[in-house]
């Protein structure tokens, strides 16, 4: 099995990546591969809703150049997925808000992509926001339909300076009881194909209260 992790932080080794690699580390104790992409630090442009992979059911989004097309094949072929981001004014970081909102539309408008999958969102901090933050990755893993094992308190952790996060002792206990969780729940999930039916798919209902 193999669980991608996405960090949204522009600093390829601040808090963010030290909390992706604390519940990494638990996946690769149980033999669960992981493989972290660094989002933060790059140019991805939002979502335009021009519609097109409605349309087009392709599987990629037709805004060029940028690596979300190849992380929605990622994200396809994984088992699980982690998605990390610090905390900018107590919400996510444009960047990786943009990845987001691509790569969730293209995969919710062909057929599910992401649906049963495992999934969990980190958050890094230095002060507040924390929670705000986690909240808005959650909506993408709830609105897909993915799996999300829980830890002992909300999934953030604390620090300022590049690896100072590793010094919140509960925040690094979050992190571990996550990835000894994840790993539990991919296992299950993993195992429970052959003898579990999955629940059918239903078509989206769409409503607005506009009358």
Not at 7 to 30: D, F, M, Q
Not at 55 to 71: A, F, I, M, Q, T
Not at 191 to 202: D, F, H, I, Q
């Amino acid at each position: 099995m193999k669980v991608l992790a996405f960090n949204g932080s522009p600093n390829k080794e601040g808090n963010t990546y030290h909390a992706i690699r604390i519940v990494a580390n638990e996946l690769e104790r149980e033999a669960i591969e992981t493989e972290i992409i660094h989002v933060g630090n790059q140019s991805i442009r939002g979502c335009t809703a021009c519609n097109q992979c409605v349309k087009n059911r392709n599987e990629k989004c037709v805004l060029p150049g940028d690596e979300v097309n190849e992380w929605i094949q990622k994200m396809k072929a994984a088992d699980g997925i982690i998605f990390g981001s610090p905390v900018h004014y107590a919400a996510l970081g444009a960047t990786m808000k943009s990845f987001l909102d691509r790569a969730f539309y293209v995969t919710s408008v062909n057929g599910g992509m992401l649906r049963h999958k495992v999934a969990v969102s980190v958050v890094a901090v230095r002060r507040s926001g924390g929670v705000p933050t986690f909240d808005q990755l959650n909506n993408y893993i709830t609105y897909s339909e993915m799996l999300m094992p829980t830890s002992n308190y909300w999934n953030v952790i604390h620090g300022t300076r590049p690896g100072e996060a590793l010094q919140d002792e509960e925040g690094v206990q979050i992190m571990r009881v996550l990835g000894k969780n994840m790993a539990w729940l991919m296992k299950l999930v993993e195992n429970g194909k052959a003898t579990v039916k999955e629940p059918e798919r239903e078509d989206k209902i769409f409503m607005n209260f506009i009358h």
